[in-house]
């Protein structure tokens, strides 16, 4: 007896208010322990084309949709009653004939003649997509056969909306093949398990015992399923014979990639693999998602830490413990530093100097300094200013080791000399916010290692690092860099509201560019919401009236975020809002049903404060981008409904977007 539950059923009990998800929680234990308890009042759906669909009682209104064949069941759907039974009356599953894989598929029938007619008149009048396909490609893509001929004739009107009625392998598969790539079919041999298939396996899961059950049903599929699209399969298995990257725009499953990689690496015995990301709490949640993927041997061989923690580690292993300075006592010592000197320089303007050229390049002596390019720097500096710099550089490296002091980058350094890193491969996730030194300290140490160094990230999410070239640290990636392009987190509307705020093609400082082109989502939702407002009172009580619609449409308060610029501004909103706050940095590499970006004012987003320490027109133009990155950031954490809005006037970046979605 095998009790499995579908990834359509996780969706639709996200749909289900609080109350009504502990009730059906409740009934799918009992079911669990007691496939045919008396309790649940079970039926037979008479008339559903597939005579093993089931329904089970939870109360009055709501219903589980079972699956029964022999001894197993499949919890398939969950929702009110007349829709449940509308649900298991329009589907059957499947054994597919071409990819062998299980598949819950809408009977082609069951679609509204209307709904059917209007693809047609729309194959008429535009070109077809996929007209010159053969029967056999389509069904390797897992087209169902009685799906073949209106997905012939879809159209880029109809495409989104004939995917919505597939299953979901093949609806990626044509919006993949819509975009431009080439489907990848994962074809099995005769006679196996269909639910073992690969992409069987992202839609199904085996539960083994409550307390899996337990764990599926706590969180949305969304945030526990960490299955592979064949797609993403190619840049998990693949040798490299030097550094490789995966990028791809928010929501197209980067961090799965990564995740495979390091399991995958780690099959080998004499492995040791360093799993790692820019901050404590994203690589927390990679070590959470770790044991779905890998058993307890392949985790043993995986170290799973933030890079700069791994960085301070091994370097107290190798020179004992150290002191770090703190940013306001370099801001002191360097304050110090250019009165002791009389330089004629702002401290703003040194501290990005100190950071960004001579502390991140290890720049050591004045004749290096002078001839340095300007990696990352679009202002140029006379050469009497720059003496004037490096002799502030020079006090300052006294004073740091006068008061036994050292920065990040130093350890990074320091550790680089001693090629120290006991890892055969590093996988590094969020790799667009890798700093100078670290990646040099990467670089040097595997950089030349076969699978050495795997790198997925997104520079149109960059907001914590300023850019450099990466050939410049002996890390190159040209010709073993690839992009993802399907979306499989947020919603068609929500993903194209925030590709509006970023350029179609971003240029790194090498001239690489980065083409975010072709990149669609899986599924349709609601249009998001933009806003404009006379005062911040008014803006609030329209955000508190969203909040509650949402909520009586089912949306838990718990997946409800409000993101705003500041963590002052969060700490001041946060009285006047029936909903969870935080500033938008805190929310990079999260996920909710519902996002609210709110009080994005002209002097907000960008913030002025920081658009006045700009030195130049080089660093005005990063401080722009890193906050329409960051708006980016915040608006695509959203999975189903966005809200953006500010008070009059308005921050430049909402104003791009108010005439491309719905206004409040």
């Known amino acids: ?21 502990k009730a059906v929680k409740t009934a799918a234990f009992d079911l669990q322990m007691n496939p045919a308890s008396p309790g649940l009042s079970m039926h037979r759906v008479d008339r559903a084309r597939d005579k093993g669909f089931w329904t089970a009682r939870v109360n009055s209104d709501i219903r589980l949709v079972l699956h029964k064949q022999g001894g197993d069941t499949l919890l398939a759907w969950v929702g009110h009653h007349d829709d ?68 012939r004739d879809a159209t880029e009107d109809t495409v989104l909306d004939i995917a919505s009625h597939l299953p979901a392998e093949a609806a990626e598969a044509i919006l993949q093949a819509a975009t431009g790539t080439r489907p990848t079919p994962v074809l099995v041999a005769a006679g196996i398990d269909p639910f073992a298939h690969p992409d069987a396996g992202r839609r199904f899961r085996v539960m083994e015992n409550v307390e899996e059950l337990r764990a599926a049903l706590e969180a949305p599929w969304e945030r526990w399923t960490v299955y592979l699209h064949p797609a993403q399969r190619e840049y998990v298995e693949r040798d490299f014979n030097g550094p490789a990257r995966v990028i791809g725009s928010a929501g197209t499953g980067k961090t799965v990639v990564a995740l495979h990689r390091a399991v995958r690496l780690a099959q080998d015995p004499k492995a040791r693999v360093l799993l790692t990301t820019f901050n404590s709490r994203l690589s927390e949640a990679l070590a959470r998602k770790l044991p779905l993927l890998a058993t307890e041997d392949l985790r043993a061989r995986i170290h799973v830490a933030a890079l700069a923690d791994v960085i301070r580690d091994l370097h107290q292993q190798a020179f004992g413990p150290t002191a770090l300075v703190t940013e306001e006592n370099l801001s002191e010592l360097l304050g110090q530093a250019v009165a002791k000197t009389g330089a004629p320089l702002s401290v703003d303007f040194l501290r990005d100097e100190w950071s960004l050229i001579v502390d991140a390049w290890n720049v050591r002596d004045w004749e290096s300094y002078r001839d ?43 550790l680089a000399g001693t090629e120290a890193l006991p890892f055969s491969h590093a996988v590094i996730d969020e790799a667009q916010d890798i700093s100078v030194p670290e990646l040099l300290l990467l670089g040097r140490v ?46 068609h509307q929500i993903r194209r509201c925030s590709d509006n705020l970023l350029p179609e093609t971003l240029v790194e400082p090498d001239g690489s560019e980065e083409n975010r082109l072709g990149v669609t989502s899986v599924f349709e939702g609601a249009v998001p919401r933009i806003g404009k407002f006379a005062n911040r009172t008014d803006e609030i009580a329209a955000l508190q009236a969203w909040i509650g619609k949402l909520q009586s449409q089912g949306v838990d308060a718990a997946d409800i975020m409000v993101l705003v610029r500041t963590p002052a501004l969060a700490d001041a909103l946060a009285p006047m809002i029936d909903a969870k706050i935080m500033p938008m940095h805190d929310a990079k590499g999260a996920e909710y049903r519902a996002v609210a970006v709110i009080a994005l004012d002209q002097d907000i987003v ?19 981008n890193t906050d329409r990155h960051l708006l980016y950031v915040a608006a695509s954490r959203a999975r189903d409904f966005l809200w953006l809005s500010g008070v009059h006037p308005v921050s430049e970046f909402l104003e791009d977007l108010f005439e491309s979605s719905s206004n409040v």
């Open 84 to 151: 449940a039974y509308a649900w298991a009356e329009s589907r059957r599953i499947d054994t597919h004939p071409r990819t062998g894989a299980a598949q819950i598929v809408e009977i082609r029938e069951t679609v509204q003649e209307v709904v059917i007619q209007r693809y047609v008149e729309e194959a008429i009048r535009l070109p077809r997509l996929f007209q010159g396909e053969s029967d056999d490609s389509l069904l390797s893509w897992g087209v169902p056969e009685d799906w073949l001929d209106i997905v």
């Open 606 to 624: 960008p913030l002025a404060e920081r658009l006045l320490t700009a030195q130049d027109e080089g660093q005005l133009d990063e401080i722009l």
């Open 446 to 491: 595997l950089g030349a290692v076969e699978n050495g160094l795997f790198f997925a990230g997104d520079i149109g999410q960059r907001i914590f690092r300023a850019p450099f070239p990466w050939g410049a640290t002996g890390v190159e990636i040209r010709g073993r860099s690839r992009s993802l392009k399907v979306n499989y987190r947020t919603s």
């Open 1 to 21: 007896m095998t009790f499995r539950i579908a990834d359509t059923f996780s969706d639709a009990l996200a749909r289900l208010t609080t109350q009504e998800q």
């Open 372 to 414: 340095l390019p300007r990696l990352g720097r679009k202002v140029r500096l006379p050469a009497a200013r720059r003496e004037a710099a490096w002799s502030v550089f020079s006090a300052l490296r006294t004073a740091l080791a006068a008061h036994n002091l050292k920065t990040e980058a130093q350890l990074a350094h320091e």
